[in-house]
């Protein structure tokens, strides 16, 4: 690998093993094995590195599960059956990526003081619900209006992050794959059922 590979892969090492606030210049630089300065000539900040090894780590992440969804279709599956089994694997998979998930809550935290952190931030949350929208739907990423990108993939952006951050705090209580789905048939019924009101609606397109 080049230095930049090594850079991004120490940056993932290090906020697995010491979070985002506590991860220094010099900590990546030992865990990639290249000099400190090597990260502002790639990266230009430690803030640019973190994130762009977050969003790496996180993609990998997207792709493991959706093999693992993809193994769980049998025939004859629904789209329901298909959404349970995708909320099934993504409750799995968060023991395995804790520590990158508690980076992520340090690093909002972090945006909140730090401009940025908060512009990377922002940037990279924009390709992840695009992501998540191309993925629930089974089309390329590039085929995306953003109307659907904002509707599909930043509605289950923020069921990801919400039911992750319960998981994070008391895993027995947090909802499972069918609590999910169920509460979702549930809250769509409610919704079905309420008169609009004069500001209900999205954003104006």
Not at 87 to 95: K, P, T, Y
Request: charged share 20%.
């Amino acid at each position: 690998m080049g230095n930049r590979e090594d850079l991004l892969t120490g940056a993932v090492q290090c906020l697995k093993e010491k979070g985002w606030a506590r991860t220094t210049v010099r900590d990546i630089a030992a865990a990639a094995g290249v000099n400190h300065a090597a990260i502002g000539y790639h990266f230009g900040s430690r803030e640019a590195l973190l994130t762009a090894a977050f969003s790496q780590a996180m993609e990998e992440w997207g792709e493991e599960t959706g093999r693992a969804v993809a193994a769980s279709f049998g025939a004859g599956v629904t789209e329901q059956q298909r959404y349970e089994v995708m909320w099934r694997e993504l409750i799995a998979s968060f023991a395995g990526t804790r520590a990158l998930w508690l980076a992520t809550v340090e690093a909002f935290v972090e945006a909140e003081h730090n401009p940025e952190v908060r512009e990377l931030l922002a940037a990279a949350q924009r390709e992840g619900r695009r992501g998540l929208a191309a993925s629930l739907l089974g089309v390329p990423e590039e085929t995306l209006d953003e109307p659907t990108e904002r509707r599909i993939g930043a509605v289950q952006s923020a069921l990801l992050s919400g039911v992750c951050i319960q998981w994070l705090l008391d895993p027995e209580h947090a909802p499972s794959a069918g609590d999910v789905v169920a509460g979702l048939r549930a809250l769509a019924g409610h919704v079905a059922d309420t008169p609009a009101g004069p500001e209900s609606g999205s954003h104006s397109e």
